[in-house]
């Protein structure tokens, strides 16, 4: 789902929004929904947009607020007298997702009118005679081409005098490669001046919210909080690192109980990732853990003190890209106070902007009523998911994605600039995605909409199934088809 359902359905969003490019775009800008948020930012409604949307995925929905005295500005680059005149971009994919690369060439291609060469992390090299065949008609023009290979191959194309821009997707190790060198990297002495600008993952939080929840919610949110560390083996640079959970919450213990047996019973799946058996020992040996009973060799949880400076803080401070979860509890004697003391916590104690989610009850979200919003506003991060995983942010694609803005070359965190975006919005600054608080059919009873337990959840036995029809409807969309993948789904 995450690899060819999110290309594909970024290539109709992306047709659909070029369409009415000769217009000015017009009829784009009057079909999407606006709104003032509390901050006074614009937030447009992107998802759902179509009667497919509501229907495969009720009860979510998306909004990308603009940046401070953004107005609504659509395909800025259709509109200008001189593009980037064939500038040619160097496109480094990540090895992790099947569509990162692909999806940031789009961007490259059609929202910033360059040329693009994606370089393949060697781990899905296999993905060049798929992605050339997808590209065909691109690369036969000139307007691409594809390559891959180890560093080296990497190390060159970067600092070849025909690549103008580099973008990459990776980790901020990287990043300072390419732009410090890393022999240099100390003395930050930059030797690669080329524009730049990157996705670089980060510490990402999921907020749960103190509020009347049931041992039914306990046990689901406790699902939702493991799938967002453990989807794709948890090596997803949008993965939730750190719980942040309420210290005076009764519930806590339970939802702690529940979220290890959530992670200890999710099914087994490879650590296929470079290196990822020797960051999960790293985390091990720093934290002192052992192994426990029933405990998976390659998945690590660890209770952390929010209030400990320094070195038993490095779940804090550096990205796992690995299964290691982190638990921590902060205090708030009501939900508002609560929310509060989390979002400076994530704001100013975890390293990156990419990505946060909230888990939070909808009788509480009506307590708090434009405080909700207010803790939004504040909130830091490039997507934020509220009763939903962040990484849907990713795999909606009209949703622009990337880290909050205002990072810089030196101080680089989560990156510098947005990719997707396929409605060409111009100055994004946060995407918000809206989901249910319970799963169909016990959440049809609480109007939190018909979307049953979703596919990427680590627990559902027809995920493979759901995502294979999702593409061919995708592919063609047919009400003869939305039966078997009802089915299908609903098998959970």
Not at 105 to 115: P, Q
Not at 379 to 407: D, K, V
Not at 415 to 427: A, C, D, P, S
Not at 449 to 471: I, M
């Amino acid at each position: 789902m995450s690899g060819p359902w999110a290309l594909l359905r970024a290539v109709k969003q992306l047709s659909g929004a070029l369409a009415s490019a000769q217009e000015d775009f017009k009829s784009l800008r009057q079909s999407l929904p606006v709104r003032s948020t509390i901050s006074g930012q614009l937030a447009v409604q992107v998802f759902p947009a179509k009667r497919w949307d509501r229907l495969l995925m009720n009860g979510i929905r998306a909004e990308v607020w603009l940046e401070p005295g953004a107005e609504l500005e659509i395909g800025s680059t259709y509109r200008r007298t001189s593009g980037n005149g064939g500038r040619l971009d160097l496109v480094l994919g990540a090895g992790n997702v099947s569509s990162i690369a692909p999806l940031d060439a789009l961007y490259k291609l059609y929202n910033e009118s360059s040329v693009v060469l994606i370089k393949l992390n060697p781990v899905n090299d296999y993905l060049r005679p798929i992605l050339e065949e997808i590209f065909a008609s691109l690369i036969e023009d000139g307007f691409a081409a594809i390559a891959t290979g180890g560093a080296e191959i990497g190390n060159a194309l970067c600092n070849h005098p025909l690549v103008d821009a580099i973008h990459v997707t990776g980790s901020t190790t990287t990043h300072d490669a390419i732009v410090f060198g890393r022999a240099n990297g100390a003395h930050r002495s930059r030797i690669n001046h080329k524009p730049i600008t990157s996705e670089l993952g980060g510490v990402g939080p999921v907020i749960v919210v103190p509020g009347p929840w049931t041992e039914a919610d306990l046990n689901f949110q406790a699902l939702h909080i493991a799938t967002q560390r453990l989807h794709n083996g948890g090596f997803n640079c949008i993965a939730a690192q750190v719980a942040v959970l309420p210290a005076n919450w009764p519930q806590t213990p339970a939802l702690i109980a529940a979220i290890r047996r959530a992670v200890n019973d999710a099914p087994d799946r490879p650590a296929y990732y470079p290196g990822a058996r020797q960051r999960i020992d790293k985390f091990r040996e720093h934290y002192d853990t052992r192994r426990k009973a029933g405990e998976h060799a390659d998945r690590v949880i660890i209770l952390t003190p929010a209030d400990v400076d320094g070195d038993p803080t490095l779940l804090f401070s550096e990205e796992a890209f690995a299964p290691v979860l982190a638990i921590t509890q902060i205090p708030g004697d009501d939900a508002s106070a609560f929310l509060n003391t989390a979002v400076d916590f994530c704001n100013q104690r975890l390293s990156g902007t990419l990505g946060a989610s909230i888990l939070i009850h909808p009788d509480t979200v009506r307590e708090l009523g434009n405080r909700f919003e207010q803790a939004l506003a504040s909130l830091r991060y490039g997507c934020i998911g509220i009763n939903i995983w962040q990484g849907a942010g990713f795999l909606l694609t009209e949703t622009p994605w990337g880290a909050y803005p205002g990072n810089t070359i030196d101080k680089v965190h989560s990156g510098i600039g947005k990719v997707h975006n396929t409605l060409m919005l111009e100055r994004p600054q946060k995407t918000i995605v809206f989901g249910p608080f319970r799963p169909f059919p016990r959440g049809l009873l609480h109007g939190c909409g018909l979307l049953p337990l979703p596919p990427w959840f680590v627990s559902h036995r027809s995920a493979h199934r759901v995502g294979q029809l999702l593409f061919e409807f995708e592919s063609q969309a047919s009400l003869f088809k939305l039966p078997a993948i009802f089915w299908n789904a609903l098998r959970s």
